[in-house]
């Protein structure tokens, strides 16, 4: 709703956001946070007016949507331009408010002097009150413009929400949650790696002191985007904070032509009263119904065999062929070729690039190896890297110019590879027909979408171009899922570098991280279920001993973590012991017995001592539920703790029962279990009780795992 004052009203799913856009002012947030039902923004705007701070400016100088450098406010620039050193203060002036829907405003603000003009779109999920943000800048004028920064919007932070969380991370080691301390100044993180990363994931966290997983107010942040981005967040020494998000531009990199623009990618914000996980669900519920396409959602999400730790570059008929008959008897529905099908590539130095069966080992191409896994009732799967060349490949000795780099300095490599320029027409038509043409001529209903590396130069024609090479990626994907609609798209970046919004808008999943250590995989899924559902994450049963982290894990422990997401395995079926192999098969029949309830539910994380993750899902007509403990290491106490089930229907009662492991051997003390029957046919537990007095655990060994289902009856 716009008033006469030009404030702007929207509301949805217990959120509220008022804008304050007069034409001819300054357009300015004036509140956003949980549902205000009554309260005029005139009695908000006088409410939140400051006294005049002692050492200051005369009048307060008032944020701006974007905090532009005209505006003089002494806090982080959200839109800084110029024109080879002039028109550098831009100030933003309301010319126009548009409401496309009841839950949209569009507000055009423009410099007249600098002649830039911002365009911000804001949208609130009618379901969920999430917030999605996004900006476009114009160049009005007969000079190019050089847009230094351009943060999607410059958000007032609620003053209450000291604690902080900022992702960290690294390779194999995805989706780290640091909190951050009490801090005056700026925290900031930017990526440079021309993909997502795997060291500063675009999200951010904030809650009160008090908040928990269940309970309290809180706020989270994403920019859905694939490249180079800057996080941070400013506390001014007046006391007032503020959040950004945005692209990283490199010099130069952001040069608009006269009347071209720029557009930010989108950031997605939410707030929510009940807890980090009620935040989670608004995200992963806007993300499934608003984001990602709708293609594949009726779709039950196959059980993947992957070959990646079981053969690595050996590909080798028989052994191939073997596997496929196993990995089909186990339970697998869907078979993926890694990488080492194609061109020369017998390791990781050569052949990226020359996109085409390899004459050594597929002497007869692909076919009968697909002919095979589908007569076994599976979907074929394969690899693919297109944005990388080794120098060692027909692509690179023919078109040694089609990469990016840096006039006059030396390429940097990384797994002996360098990345192809895809702003060049001719580059991204080339990837598009070899891709094609192989998706033409065989039934691949899956491709893994790799990108192995950071881009230290991503230089094309003299200029940085890291945000038109991130864009042409999405276009050249957008073609061929245009041209290939069934397709399904897996996007990995050495497991989760490019796992965001921007590229879930094209893909249907990823491939959450390089290590199959089932512990380690407790925390990278936890962390990584702040902002993606568990329908999106890859997660797959690894080999007895973790080739990554050289760690022993029961297949009990790896079957359970790997259960609460989109499953999978990853292993030598050929060598794994014959009882393993058991475990694993009632295991993958369990999840497909749960998965519509795990690809749908909504999402919970428990608060527990640290040595425990307990996370679980409930339907959304509350009719199940089911709830992984783990016992990471030892416990502190000589119990283990209760498991106290939230998001159950208070009023009714559910057959609890202990699902995982079966039989419950691996437990050391199931007695408690054996008292209430729970790994027998159940026991019928009011769902009050299940809250509040919780289920008692049984005594664990470290690294154990159990999976409780609870059924209205
Ligand atoms: C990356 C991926 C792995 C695997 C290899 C193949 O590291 O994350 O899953 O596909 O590449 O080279």
């Known amino acids: 709703m716009i008033d006469e004052s030009g404030f702007v009203t929207l509301r949805a799913g217990e959120t509220s956001l008022v804008l304050s856009c007069p034409v001819g002012a300054a357009p300015a947030f004036v509140y956003w946070g949980p549902q205000l039902e009554g309260t005029d923004p005139a009695v908000i705007t006088m409410m939140s007016a400051r006294q005049h701070a002692p050492g200051g400016t005369d009048q307060e100088i008032e944020a701006s949507l974007l905090n532009e450098t005209g505006i003089g406010i002494n806090a982080a620039v959200g839109f800084s331009a110029h024109r080879n050193g002039a028109d550098w203060a831009s100030v933003f002036r309301v ?44 160049n009005r004028a007969d000079t190019d413009l050089s847009i230094d920064v351009c943060a999607v919007a410059s958000l007032p932070l609620d003053l209450r929400a000291t604690r902080l969380f900022g992702y960290t991370g690294r390779w194999a080691g995805e989706f780290r949650l640091e909190e951050i301390g009490p801090f005056q100044g700026s925290y900031v993180r930017e990526n440079k790696s021309g993909r997502t990363s795997h060291h500063s994931f675009p999200g951010l966290i904030a809650g009160l002191p008090g908040t928990h997983e269940q309970t309290g107010l809180c706020y989270a942040f994403h920019l859905g985007w694939s490249g180079n981005s800057r996080t941070r967040v400013d506390r001014l020494s007046d006391g007032r904070a503020f959040l950004q998000m945005g692209e990283y531009f490199f010099p130069g990199e952001m040069s608009l032509a006269p009347g071209t623009t720029y557009r930010t990618p989108p950031l997605y914000a939410g707030v929510s009263n009940r807890g980090y996980s009620d935040l989670s669900r608004k995200f992963h519920h806007h993300l499934s119904q608003s984001v990602m396409d709708g293609r594949i959602r009726r779709k039950p999400r196959p059980v993947h065999y992957n070959t990646w730790e079981a053969v690595y570059f050996d590909h080798d008929h028989d052994t191939l062929f073997a596997l496929a008959e196993k990995a089909a008897e186990i339970g697998a529905e869907r078979f993926i070729l890694d990488d080492g099908w194609f061109g020369s590539r017998r390791d990781d130095r050569a052949g990226l690039g020359d ?3 390899s004459e050594e080992v597929y002497p007869d191409g692909l076919a ?72 033409e001529g065989h039934a691949i209903s899956y491709i893994k979408w790799d990108m192995n590396r950071d881009v230290h130069h991503p230089g094309s024609q003299g200029r940085a171009a890291a945000s038109r090479q991130a864009q042409a990626v999405y276009a ?54 702040h902002f993606f559902p568990l329908e999106v994450l890859g997660t797959h049963v690894g080999p007895a001993k973790c080739h990554i982290t050289g760690r022993r894990l029961s297949m009990r422990m790896r079957v359970a973590t790997a259960l609460f997401g989109h499953m999978g395995m990853e292993l030598d079926l050929l060598k794994e012991a014959a009882a393993d192999l058991d475990v694993l098969k009632a295991g993958i029949a369990l999840h497909k017995q749960h998965r519509a309830l795990i690809h749908s539910g909504d999402f919970h994380r428990l608060d527990t001592p640290d040595h425990v993750n307990a996370i679980g899902v409930v339907a959304r007509d509350q009719s199940e539920a089911l709830f992984s403990w783990c016992n990471l290491t030892g416990h502190r106490e000589t119990l283990p703790g209760r498991l106290y089930v939230p998001g159950l229907d208070s009023g009714r009662s559910y057959r609890t029962r202990l699902v ?52 209205m009856v």
């Open 476 to 529: 050249l994907i957008d073609r061929l899922r245009a041209a290939h609609p069934q397709l399904e798209i897996e996007s990995c970046s050495s497991g989760g570098g490019r796992a965001d919004y921007g590229i879930l808008k094209r893909t249907d999943r990823i491939w959450t991280s390089d290590s199959n250590d089932a512990l380690d995989r407790q925390s990278i899924q936890r962390g990584a279920s």
């Open 368 to 439: 009968p190896l697909i002919d095979h896994i589908i007569g076994l009732g599976m979907e074929f799967g394969l690899w693919f890297e297109p944005e990388m060349v080794n120098p060692d490949s027909e692509l690179f000795r023919a078109h040694p110019d089609w990469v990016l780099r840096a006039e006059g300095l030396e390429q940097i490599s990384s797994r002996h590879q360098y990345v192809l320029d895809l702003t060049r027409p001719e580059v991204s038509d080339y990837l598009f027909e070899r891709l094609h043409s192989l998706l």
């Open 95 to 138: 010319i126009e408010v548009r409401q496309p829907t009841e839950h949209s405003v569009e507000i055009i603000s423009e410099d007249r002097a600098t002649r830039v003009r911002a365009t911000v779109q804001i949208g609130l999920d009618p379901d969920t009150g999430l917030m999605t943000c996004q900006t476009e800048i114009e």
């Open 355 to 357: 996109w085409w069966p």
């Open 660 to 711: 995982w492991p079966q039989p419950a051997r691996s437990i050391s003390q199931p007695s408690v279990l054996e008292a209430l029957n729970l790994n027998g046919d159940g026991a019928i537990l009011p769902a009050e009780a299940l809250s509040q007095i919780g289920l008692q655990i049984p005594l664990l060994h470290p690294e154990t795992c159990l999976i409780y289902h609870f059924e």
